[in-house]
Every structure is written in structure tokens, then in C-alpha cells.
């Protein structure tokens, strides 16, 4: 059991008020809260130990470097990934990915194959269409169940001679559906077609090993796990580092430069050119060290008794809608009340002080597969509590008059 009101006193955000009222925040799949603990370590790196990283031979410009690099093999650990050298930082899941595309791209030709889900975020469909109009490659897209599962079967019937890459995101951040990553990546392997996994919704919510998984790329942002807000991990195997050209060029990222050809670093430098964001990428070992010490599968266990409670008791609503059913769903709910227009329900619960996304969530092409603009969606994190949830389902009920249901 967490003990959420210790917890909670490390968010002096979520003591704030909105319109006079207590904040409930239930927008995490966007951004998790910072921990004092964290913006502790930022103001650190900043009060103590700032220089620019693998460049000066004195002691402060060492100390930063070490602690950039002692970094990179924290989330190695979190991650259980083989090596350090397979850790690249980034400034978000869009930059791992957008890395990856143009990357890994450049081996592709025209009439190869990737192959992406209809829930993706737009962070993992244009980057491969940037990549489609430059190369000439085939997007084909898995549609979903009726309960928000992938359609397995489809899955692997669009595979072909020519299918050279799966991506595909190991949670859906508007339905809350895990994806069978090491079945599918399995499957990908077996056709011989190197498989990108989107973690963003994954990594806040339980345990990731990135060998188990078996994937060969895996991208996530800290924003979205009590980490700082600028950057983020690509992990990729060690075969691919070395066999796709660097993303960016510039320094830190080469071993010799001249005007006659150029030689690259080996991963992880080959992929981190210019000056990295040392401070937050060191604050990020403060966040990953939190949640250890709290235990990801008490996180898990907490926000899934907050979903599943919420879920049961929204269902008693009329008209309610909840879009994604599927087993295992990760602390997401997207929601319609009858036939009320997704910013009206937002905005009127922003008036009784609960924070809720609204929008088609960066997923147009999952809200027109379901035929919606957008939703609601709500979504927890460690901190939020049964009490923050019942105040939730009452502003909810305050509301439904002025929505014209019930
Ligand atoms: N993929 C998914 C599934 C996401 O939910 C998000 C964030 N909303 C992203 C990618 C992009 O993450 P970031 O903006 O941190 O790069």
C-alpha cells in the first residue's frame, strides 16, 4: 500500500487551487507532476555542478560528464538493457522516434514496407510519412477490435516480402490497450523486419525490460514519468546503432572532422550531436530512483484500483461511453457522456477544479477509425487518490444536467 499523503507532500502543485477550488489533476498521460526530489536535483546541477560535458579537462567539466554518463547507465539498469552504449538520449519520444525514421530510413527504398497501428500517436505516424515522401515507402496501418485490442490477426496478415519495419506503441494514450510487444516483435523477427516500439504510455506504469520485450528500438519521454521535462531515451540493440547513419550531425558526435570526410563516434555518441541537456538528463537518475523507491509495481497496482473504480462507477452514468476495454488497459479513460461535445464536458469540469484533457489526443486517425472527434480522457498517476476520484465522478454528475443527459 502507498502512503499517498507522504507522497503527496513531495507536489506542492497539487495543493494548489483552480477557481478557488482543490485542483484534481488527471491529465498524467500528457505530464506526470515533478517530485521536490527532482527539481531538488535540477537546482543542484545547476547550483553545483554545471559545465558543458565531455569537452573540459578541468574538475567541474569532468564531474558533469560523469554524472551524464553515470546516468546513462541508470536507465540502463531500468530498463535492463544489455549495454550502456545502447542508451541515447533525446529530447522526447518524438525525437526517438523522428531519430529512427530518418535514420533507419535512409537504408529503406522505395516499395518497402512499414508497418504502424491505427491508434499511434501522430509522433509515430509522421515522422514515417515525412520518411514516405522522401523514400517512397508503403505505410500499412493494423486496425482495432471493438474493445480497443489490436487485431492480431491483421497484424500479421500485412506482412509481406517487402515489410522492413514495425512501430507501434507498447500503450495507447487514448485507450489505455497494451500491445503483446514481445509476441508481436516476435512475429516481425520471424518476417525479418526490425521492430520500433513507442513506450511513452508504458514506462510510467510498470516494469519495462527491454531484452524480454525483444524489440529492436524503444523510445520514452521522463516529462510523462515524474522526470524533468525535456528529454528523453532511445534505446536501441547494438546491431542497429551500428548499422544505420547517424540523425544529426555536428559535435560531440564525430571522431575526426575535415573537409576531405568525416568519422563518426560509435553509439551512443553518434546519435547525440551538439550540446546534451546534462541537468535534466542528470535529474533524470533522481526520478528513476524515486520511482524505485516507491516500487513501479505499487504504482501499477494503485492506479489500476483507481481506473478500475472510476471505470465501474462512470458506467452507472447515462449515455456514458468509455472508448478502450480491453484487458490489462493501462490508467486511462476516454470518455463521451451522451451526446455532449468533448470541450464542453472538459471546460465544465475545469469550472468545478478537475483537470481533464480533451481533444482528439494527438490520434486523428484512431478518432476517425472510431468515427468520434475526440474525447475526455482522465488518467492517473501514483498521487492521485480515491477521494480526488470520487470528487471527480461528483463533478461529473454536477455537470450531466447542463450536458443535457440523465
Ligand atoms: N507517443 C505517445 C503514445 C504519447 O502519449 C506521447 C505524448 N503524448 C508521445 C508519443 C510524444 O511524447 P513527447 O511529446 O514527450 O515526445
Redesign the pocket.
Known amino acids: 500500500m502507498l502512503d499517498i499523503k507522504a507522497l503527496r507532500r513531495q507536489y506542492p502543485i497539487l495543493e494548489r487551487k483552480v477557481y478557488g477550488k482543490p485542483m484534481i489533476y488527471l491529465d498524467n ?2 505530464t506526470t507532476q515533478t517530485p521536490l526530489q527532482v527539481v531538488d536535483a535540477i537546482r543542484d546541477m545547476y547550483l553545483s555542478h554545471k559545465a558543458n560535458v565531455h569537452r573540459g579537462v578541468f574538475l567541474l567539466a569532468q564531474e558533469a560528464t560523469e554524472l551524464l554518463e553515470s546516468a546513462r547507465t541508470r536507465v540502463q539498469r531500468y530498463i535492463n538493457a544489455p549495454s550502456r552504449e545502447e542508451v541515447i538520449f533525446t ?5 526517438g ?1 523522428n531519430l529512427v525514421a530518418s535514420s533507419l530510413g535512409q537504408l529503406l527504398t522505395p516499395g518497402d514496407e512499414v508497418i504502424l497501428t491505427v491508434m ?2 501522430h ?2 505516424i509522421v515522422p514515417w510519412q515525412l520518411l514516405q515522401a522522401r523514400k517512397g515507402i508503403v505505410i500499412k496501418v493494423v486496425p482495432i477490435l471493438p474493445d480497443g485490442s489490436l487485431d492480431l490477426d491483421a497484424f500479421r496478415s500485412l506482412f509481406t516480402q517487402r515489410t522492413r519495419v514495425v512501430s507501434f ?1 507498447h ?3 487514448v485507450l489505455g490497450t497494451v500491445n503483446p510487444v514481445k509476441e508481436m516483435a516476435a512475429y516481425a523477427h520471424e518476417k525479418g523486419a526490425c521492430v520500433v516500439v ?1 513506450g ?2 508504458a514506462v510510467p506504469h510498470f516494469k519495462i525490460d527491454v531484452q524480454e520485450l525483444g524489440a529492436d528500438f524503444y523510445a520514452f ?1 521522463a ?2 514519468m515524474y522526470g524533468p521535462q525535456g528529454i ?1 531515451i532511445l534505446w536501441g540493440r547494438r546491431e542497429w546503432l551500428d548499422r544505420i547513419p547517424p540523425y544529426q550531425g555536428g559535435g560531440e558526435m564525430i571522431k575526426h572532422v575535415s573537409f576531405s570526410g568525416t568519422t563518426f563516434e560509435e553509439p551512443p555518441l553518434k546519435f547525440e550531436a551538439g550540446t546534451p541537456d546534462f541537468v535534466d538528463i542528470a535529474a533524470l537518475t533522481s526520478a528513476l530512483d524515486y520511482i524505485d523507491s516507491i516500487g513501479i509495481e505499487h504504482i501499477e497496482a494503485h492506479e489500476n484500483e483507481l481506473m478500475q473504480y472510476a471505470t465501474a462507477e462512470m458506467m452507472k452514468i447515462p449515455g456514458m461511453r468509455i472508448f478502450g476495454t480491453a484487458p490489462g488497459k493501462a490508467p486511462v479513460i476516454s470518455f463521451l457522456v451522451g451526446d455532449a461535445h468533448h470541450y464542453d464536458t472538459g471546460m465544465l469540469l475545469d469550472k468545478l477544479g478537475v483537470a481533464v484533457r480533451t481533444g482528439h ?2 490520434a486523428q486517425p484512431l478518432m476517425e477509425s472510431l468515427g468520434i472527434e475526440g474525447t475526455v480522457r482522465a488518467s492517473f498517476a501514483l498521487y492521485n487518490t480515491r477521494a480526488e476520484v470520487n470528487a471527480f465522478l461528483a463533478a461529473l454528475h454536477r455537470i450531466l444536467p447542463l450536458l443535457g443527459v440523465g
Not at 529530447?91 to 525525437?95: A, I, Q
Open positions: 498521460s500528457a529530447r522526447g519520444t518524438t525525437e522516434i499511434e500517436h509522433a509515430n506503441c500503450v495507447s494514450n513507442d511513452a504510455q519521454s516529462h510523462k528523453g489526443h494527438c
